[in-house]
């Protein structure tokens, strides 16, 4: 997962020039029924089609790897990484039910293999769609899991990605004192591994946490960052995300042109992309 790495931006786009010859290489293992492949190359590449809103192509060529005849043959391992890589675009696209079906079935797959990695993603999956489905205490319990089995297999990137949705969890529940000091780790954690998505996530949650304790000031310097990192990242969504904060920030220091410019500006950004909820 290069695109995980701390030289992140040079990675991603790198991938993006070469994702003509990526789009290739998977509809010649589609096509020749070569699903283990397939697979494979959906398991390197899922974290760069989140962070570049490439969900749809995504879902759609692990959905095919799984349905092809080739599929029978299929590892055991491949097809858990194909379920998790299908399950994490349905979460990104806002189809939280499929998601909760695919990571389940994913996850008991990698349990089955003791794969301890494989099983605190698939964790990690089943959690998004649980957040997403406004079942927080049970996304708690699967993402705590998570969290604990990244740490114990030595993965800090996941733990700190983890730690991130643990806080939006407990932040939801109302607990705002719990969310921010697990955010705050989980800052801490991705700046010491230089995982920028992650840091740009943490950014957000403790913005929204500043904004319910009417510290516009924190909240707009947390915002601004988070903004700076989507935009070197090319995540659309975060920036988004980003611009809606600001403008609410605007909003309630009375900076109403500025807040609407904000607004407009979120706006088009989404009406061009797949989809931007997570």
């Not at 992140?8 to 990526?22: D, S």
């Not at 921010?180 to 996530?201: D, M, P, T």
């Not at 990242?233 to 995300?241: E, R, Y």
Request: negative net charge; contains cysteine; proline residues 0%.
């Amino acid at each position: 997962e290069t695109a995980s790495r701390p030289r992140q931006v040079e990675w991603l786009e790198r991938l993006e020039r070469e994702n003509g010859n990526l789009r290739t290489a998977m509809a010649w293992a589609l096509d020749t029924d070569d699903t283990e492949s397939a697979a494979r190359l959906g398991w390197a590449l899922w974290l760069f089609w989140g962070i570049r809103a490439h969900f749809v192509e995504g879902r759609r060529s692990m959905e095919q790897a799984l349905s092809l005849e080739g599929s029978d043959a299929m590892s055991a391992s491949a097809r858990a990484k194909a379920l998790y890589v299908e399950a994490m675009m349905a979460n990104y696209q806002g189809d939280h039910g499929s998601a909760e079906s695919l990571a389940a079935e994913s996850l008991r797959l990698f349990r089955e293999l003791n794969d301890k990695l494989g099983s605190a993603y698939a964790l990690s999956n089943a959690g998004f769609a649980a957040n997403g489905q406004g079942q927080h205490r049970r996304a708690i319990t699967l993402i705590e899991e998570s969290v604990d089995l990244f740490l114990e297999e030595g993965e800090e990137r996941g733990a700190a990605i983890e730690l991130g949705f643990l806080a939006v969890s407990w932040r939801d529940q109302g607990d705002h004192g719990r969310a921010k000091s697990l955010a705050e780790r989980g800052l801490a954690l991705s700046r010491q591994v230089g995982e920028r998505q992650a840091i740009s996530a943490a950014l957000y949650t403790l913005a929204t946490l500043a904004q319910a304790e009417r510290d516009q000031e924190r909240a707009r310097d947390l915002l601004e960052e988070g903004l700076e990192l989507s935009a070197e990242l090319g995540n659309d969504a975060d920036i988004a995300h980003c611009f809606d904060g600001l403008a609410a920030v605007a909003a309630a220091e009375g900076m109403m042109v500025r807040a609407a410019r904000l607004w407009g500006a979120e706006e088009a950004l989404l009406e061009g992309m797949e989809a931007a909820v997570y």
